[in-house]
């Protein structure tokens, strides 16, 4: 099955905002110029701006202050996109759940109440939403995802294809152009972008590999995946466990765009989640030639064209790392559980602790 966006342009654009600030945030001051990294707390912590500020969503700057983004409303869920971010928060004392897109430059629109959960942003840094929605970074502007299926929804996302599905047919659609075909619903499935227009499907049949221009399907090396995977320079890179020497062992395989797959390097990793299938990265990282795997007890980094891996943060139980411009930003304990906010530099093996007070729950690297 087979249809293209242009075929159904019979579509009703919503407008968001082309302001310089849309016209639901006016009553939030959201401050992200100058965010390298996007720190989140399930509770409020001092902002330091006086006794009574608290915030719940900082930002690091990049001569490694940590300040607040946003005072005096509980954020809810955080993502950071390319370019900004998508927020989601709630006024104190309500249940009103309100979601924002906001650029470095503090510019920002308020999305529909009903938009539902972020999935993921696309190569064209377009960002999906759980309702099948797509909000266009070219234009600001939201358009439903179109397809034949009765209120669809988002199941996963990698580069610019989805899994969408009403819980009885499943498809895999470009959130490009629109071309969209019919998929098992087996596994998930689970979907894994090898570039623009390639992706490995992991729904049970044994042609994994599918080309979204002709919806041609091939065999591959990979024929089941979990969630971790990054893209890369020849297709995307795995983690996943039997791919070498020891069964009981995970390693990194690449997979280019036909599905043939290349060990990275030789070594056998422990990864530090229970549940490498249950959602997005968890334990993955890549950053330039850099990969990043999160262990059991250890963080190790593997770089392309060398074989032996090198192992950093030692003495710390690293709860959450992120990655961009060949920094990891990680939050993580030390050996009497005391919380530690920092970055470490993979040119230089410079580590800076950033904070050593405040206890975060996630963190977002700026793109």
């Avoid at 503090?106 to 999935?119: H, K, M, V, Y």
């Avoid at 983690?239 to 030789?266: C, P, R």
């Avoid at 549940?275 to 330039?288: A, D, E, F, I, Q």
Wanted: charged share 20%; net charge negative.
């Amino acid at each position: 099955m087979k249809k293209t966006l242009a075929s159904l342009l019979v579509l009703s654009a919503v407008v968001i905002s082309c302001s310089d600030e849309g016209s639901g945030s006016k009553d939030l001051t959201f401050n992200l110029k100058g965010a390298k990294a996007l720190l989140y707390s399930q509770q409020g912590i001092s902002s330091g701006r006086s006794k009574a500020a608290e915030s719940n969503l900082f930002k690091i700057e990049a001569n490694g202050d940590v300040t607040p983004v946003l005072e005096g409303s509980e954020v809810v869920s955080v993502n950071a996109i390319s370019w900004g971010m998508i927020v989601t928060t709630r006024a104190t004392g309500t249940d009103d759940l309100r979601t924002f897109y906001v650029k470095p430059d503090n510019t920002s629109g308020e999305l529909p109440a009903d938009i539902g959960r972020f999935i993921g942003e696309n190569d064209n840094g377009d960002v999906v939403f759980v309702t099948s929605t797509v909000l266009r970074k070219s234009t600001l502007t939201l358009e439903p995802i179109q397809t034949t299926l009765t209120r669809p929804l988002v199941d996963t996302m990698s580069g610019n294809f989805v899994i969408i599905s009403d819980r009885s047919i499943h498809q895999i659609l470009n959130t490009v152009d629109g071309v969209r075909y019919n998929v098992m619903s087996c596994n998930g499935p689970h979907v894994m972008a090898l570039d623009a227009t390639h992706a490995v499907i992991d729904d049970c049949q044994p042609k994994t590999v599918i080309d979204m221009a002709t919806g041609e399907r091939t065999e591959g090396d990979v024929l089941a995946l979990n969630h971790e995977g990054v893209r890369s320079e020849n297709g995307a890179v795995v983690l996943a466990q039997g791919l070498g020497s020891d069964f009981n062992l995970f390693y990194l395989g690449e997979v280019d765009v036909h599905g043939g797959l290349t060990l990275v390097n030789e070594y056998g990793f422990q990864p530090g989640s229970p549940c490498m299938s249950c959602s997005s990265n968890s334990v993955l990282h890549k950053t330039g030639d850099y990969f990043i795997v999160r262990e059991l007890s250890k963080v190790t980094v593997v770089k392309r064209g060398e074989p032996n891996p090198v192992f950093i943060l030692s003495g710390y139980n690293v709860t959450s790392i992120s990655t961009s411009e060949n920094r990891v930003y990680y939050l993580a304990e030390d050996s009497t559980g005391h919380p530690i906010t920092g970055v470490y530099d993979l040119v230089t093996q410079e580590n800076k602790v950033l904070q050593d007070s405040g206890r975060f729950t996630e963190i977002h690297a700026m793109n």
